[in-house]
Nanobody, 120 residues
Framework: QVQLVESGGGLVQAGGSLRLSCAAS????????MGWYRQAPGNQREWVAT???????NYADSAKGRFTINRDNAKNTVYLQMNSLKPEDTAVYYC??????????????WGQGTQVTVSS
């Protein structure tokens, strides 16, 4: 019912920046929050940042001071500005929305993932 399309990944050198975007579309009733996760080869998926519909943000320790999450509620789009990138940031980045339908059924929807590679 809800589809997420991600963009903005790529290859950058250490110290560089990237801006990821994730746009939600489809049968959207209510989005409670939007967030970003990442998964490196051989590792489990880890949480990076979250923003609520009201604008409250939370960050993983690894992202604090370097990453900024923003959203445009009217466009159902979330962004992740990544600065001072490190090789340790190399991973596939996934966006997630927490959606509630008219029957108050809560469900998570995930994007397809976008590759971020940081060279040393």
């Amino acid at each position: 019912q809800v589809q997420l399309v991600e963009s903005g990944g790529g290859l950058v050198q250490a110290g560089g920046s990237l801006r990821l975007s994730c746009a939600a579309s489809g049968s959207i009733f209510s989005i409670s929050s939007m967030g970003w996760y990442r998964q490196a080869p051989g590792n489990q998926r880890e949480w990076v940042a979250t923003i609520t519909n009201g604008g409250t943000t939370n960050y993983a320790d690894s992202a604090k001071g370097r990453f900024t999450i923003n959203r445009d509620n009217a466009k159902n789009t979330v962004y992740l500005q990544m600065n001072s990138l490190k090789p340790e940031d190399t991973a596939v980045y996934y966006c997630k929305v927490v959606h509630r339908d008219r029957l108050y059924y809560v469900r998570d929807f995930w994007g397809q993932g976008t590759q971020v590679t940081v060279s040393s």
